[in-house]
């Protein structure tokens, strides 16, 4: 079962979601783990730091999980 990961804003980008869920600690990082590591945003493979995620966006993430947004109401 996917996270919930709740949006505050219209939307975050790949790197931000990366330091919410603390696979990260800073968004430097983002670019290198993106790198060295397959994500999937609904099924396809993206490796963007700066991807916009939205409300109903499934990332997933092999051995770190999977993160469903959603809106913060």
Sequence with gaps: MAQKVKLKTDYITL???LKIVDIISSGGQAKWFLQENDVLINGELDNRRGRKLY?????EIPEYG???MEADK
């Design 66 to 68: 999977k993160f469903m």
């Design 55 to 59: 409300p109903n966006d499934l990332v």
């Design 15 to 17: 790197g931000q979601l």
